[in-house]
């Protein structure tokens, strides 16, 4: 389980995901490239979702799911479900291993 990433580790974490389950290549993607740009359809959108909510023990609810279009989409939605996961005594984790 990973919690508490920061916004640049989520970014390597979507890359890693997408290149080694979807083979796509997120190569220089910034937050505000279109999922759809790189290739990823609907259904690539909800395996990658899924695959990152397993990572990351959460879970993105359908109306959150419908929000991201983009990879800052994406990373906002995943950070702020970390967010509200963490238990109140329980800091942010620094330079966590996303592996």
Excluded: H, Y
């Excluded at 979807?22 to 359809?41: K, Y």
């Excluded at 690539?44 to 990879?71: A, G, K, N």
């Amino acid at each position: 389980m990973v919690r508490g990433l920061q916004e640049e580790e989520l970014m390597r974490l979507v890359k890693e995901v997408t290149e080694e389950a979807l083979e796509a290549d997120l190569g220089d993607a910034t937050p505000q490239t279109s999922l759809r740009s790189l290739g990823l359809d609907s259904s690539d959108q909800l395996e990658l979702v899924s695959l990152l909510e397993d990572r990351l023990d959460i879970c993105v609810p359908d109306s959150r799911f419908r929000e991201i279009e983009t990879v800052g989409n994406l990373i906002a939605v995943l950070g702020e479900l970390q967010a509200a996961e963490l238990p109140a005594d329980q800091p942010a984790q620094d330079g966590a291993d996303v592996s």
